[in-house]
């Protein structure tokens, strides 16, 4: 039996080429806020805040005797809205 020489640098370049992905290209989903429902919503970043509408629907406002109360809010062109606002159209 012969062996002839095996060259490393191919072996390696097969190697190599066998362990690579083609790269995709990631574009950042953006989200429609138009759309008020609970999806969206859940779908927005959620923060501990206060809710910037002034005329609020949100009922623990009216348990606390209608002081503001700190609440899951999400950020929509700058100003901050809870859940319930945001289901009702409020910064459309």
Partial sequence: MTFEKVDLSAIAGIVAKGNTRPQRAKAKATIDTSVRDHNTWFKLKQEFGECSNE???????IKNG??????MVSEIDGKKTCRYCFLEGFLL
């Fill in 55 to 61: 005329d609020c629907i949100d009922p623990r406002l």
């Fill in 66 to 71: 209608g002081n503001k109360t700190i609440a």
